[in-house]
Every structure is written in C-alpha cells, then in structure tokens.
C-alpha cells in the first residue's frame, strides 16, 4: 500500500525523479512567485546544483526571479526528514492518523446514512408517480428527488477525495520498520540520488524556497504529504 502511495504521488505534475544529485529537483517551488523551479549545475564539472526560477525570463525576457544553491538546502531538508521519521516521531504521527481515522469511520457512516435516504426519497417518489395518473406536480418531485441523489453522490465523492488514506495494520508496521530503517537506507553507498528522491517524493510535496524575503538567509517552507507544513532557515 505504501507503494502504491507512491507511485500515486510520483504520477503527478512534478515529473519522475531524474538523475543528479539535486534533491529538490521537482519539488522545489519559488517563494517569489510560486512557478516550480528547474536546477543547474555551476562551478568546477558543473559539481554545485542551483535551483532557478527561470519563468520570468522565459516568458517575458526580464531578469531571474531567484537562484539558490542546493547543498546547504538539500542538507537542511535531509535532516528534517530523518528527524520527522525517528521512531518516537512516527509513533506520534501514527497516534494522530488513527484519530483522523476514526473521525473519517464516523463521518462515512453519516454519509452513508445521508446517501441512503436521498435515494430512499427519490425511489419512493418515483412509486408515487408510477401509482397514479402522471401529473407534472409529481413528475417534477421525481425529478428533483433524483437531482438530489446526484448532488449528493457527487458531494460525496469531493469529499471522500480529500479524506486522508486510512493505515492499515500492515502500514503501522510499514512505517515503524521505515524508521528505524531509513538512516542507514538513506546514507548507504549503494543507494542511489534517484532513490533518495523517490524516499523524499513519498513524504514531502513540495519544498517553497525564498532568499529574498530575509536578507542573507533563505526561508524554507516544507509541505508534508500529511497537508501539514514546518518553516525553517
């Protein structure tokens, strides 16, 4: 299942993750003007990535919007990552999803209730209309009755769409095994730039980059997958 979660997220508009050492790449958005951001490499072989916001030159000839360079970044994000992931971090986490989880049960049942008597209303509207000479009066409840029943199903799905992913069992242990896993995962020479990417892209949505807004610093906002975001220089 934490598989396929990410394959879902990998399917989006950030693109696959592609070779190279710039963590970000994809991920990283302009705090300036919210265009996501490209990398290039600079210095001796081309050895430093730099995030660029590239979309007011492209568009309309001016200058960059903002250039930040990656390490210093990359490192910082690393490191809330793996702080995010220690195991007394996730148990809490875990905690918080199964509240969710159970206000998600308790607001399904409504729903299904809600559901039920719409198409209960709409189904015995239609009997009254059957049972009788049709009149327009009747024809017209009908109808309403079963535009409901659609208003619903669709409010429904919008908000079954936005609803968080219920874990399962086999996720809570998923995740405890990703924790105490991941450090070692994460620095291993065997593990490639791509595969670090894919880890980020499986918890992180997006990274807002902006050295303008304090001088000599860059501020960076991370959005969590989860929807929450963490603020840091």
Known sequence: RLADNTNRYEAGHRGAPRKGIALLQGLAVCGQCGRRMTV??????????????LADRNQTGSSLCQEVRAPAVDELVVQTLLKALEPDQIAIAIAALDEIAEETRSLEK?????????????????RQYDAVEPARTLEKAWEDKLRLVNEIEQEYRRWRAREPLVL????????????????????????????????????????ILDQKKIRGQVAIRILWQTGATSEHQ
């Open 40 to 53: 290039r490499y600079s210095g001796p072989d081309s050895a430093c990535p730099v995030y660029c916001c």
């Open 110 to 126: 409504q729903w299904a209730l809600r559901r039920e008597r719409s198409r209960y209303d709409a189904e015995r509207a239609r």
């Open 168 to 207: 399962q069992a086999q996720d809570h242990a998923a995740l405890q095994e990703l924790a105490e896993n991941l450090p070692a995962i994460w620095h291993s020479e065997t593990t490639q730039p791509e595969d670090r990417k894919r880890i980020l892209r499986f918890i992180v949505q997006e990274v």
